[in-house]
């Protein structure tokens, strides 16, 4: 991976990185392997991933469709 700095702009070319590092997940994984997480713990997780996600896409049916 590599961001090019043009125009010695180094605030552009940080704020490029962060938006890259923060689409790829690549934070996200590196917290998630800081430390030893119990598998249920991991499943309470993902159980509770889908949940927000479920949630938040009715949401969005609720205001596009009205009910």
Sequence with gaps: MAIIVKDNDLEKALNKWKR?????GLN???RKQAYYIPKTQKKK?????GMRRWKRELRRRMLKEGY
Excluded: R, T
């Design 20 to 24: 890259f590092n923060q689409h790829s």
């Design 28 to 30: 996200k994984e590196v």
């Design 45 to 49: 997780d993902k159980k509770k991933e």
